[in-house]
């Protein structure tokens, strides 16, 4: 089984910041392309930000220049670093990976459980 388990969502108020993290575990071999999603309350989930295994990056347009994505390779682990939060920004926010389990199969996608986020104005 593989587990992905997001942390550090709460309630902040406008302009302040937060950091997400999702760590995967189980029966991993290699993690390819992480990301974080969110959906807000009567919305569709959307994409926020990617990240391969070699570090490229990618973001939405309403998050470049506040949001930065990272990951640690060796603990499984990718963060969400959060800056200048807006109201609009409140949501739950779900981790997603690409994990192969063993060295014969393809990669799976993977979905954390989410962890929500909710900005004061």
């Known amino acids: 089984q593989v587990q992905l388990v997001e942390s550090g969502g709460g309630l902040v108020q406008a302009g302040g910041s937060l950091r997400l993290s999702c760590a995967a575990s189980g029966r991993i071999f290699r993690i390819n392309g992480m990301g974080w999603y969110r959906q807000a309350p009567g919305k569709q989930r959307e994409l926020v930000a990617t990240?391969?295994?070699?570090?490229?990056?990618n973001y939405t347009d309403s998050v470049k220049g506040r949001f930065t994505i990272s990951r640690d390779n060796a603990e499984n682990t990718v963060y969400l670093h959060m800056n200048s939060l807006k109201p609009e920004d409140t949501a739950d926010y779900y981790c997603?990976?690409?994990?192969?389990?063993?060295?014969?199969?393809?990669?799976?996608?993977?979905w954390g459980k989410g962890t929500t986020v909710t900005v004061s104005s």
């Open positions: 990240i391969t295994s070699g570090g490229n990056t």
């Open positions: 997603n990976a690409d994990i192969k389990r063993n060295i014969f199969g393809p990669p799976m996608n993977y």
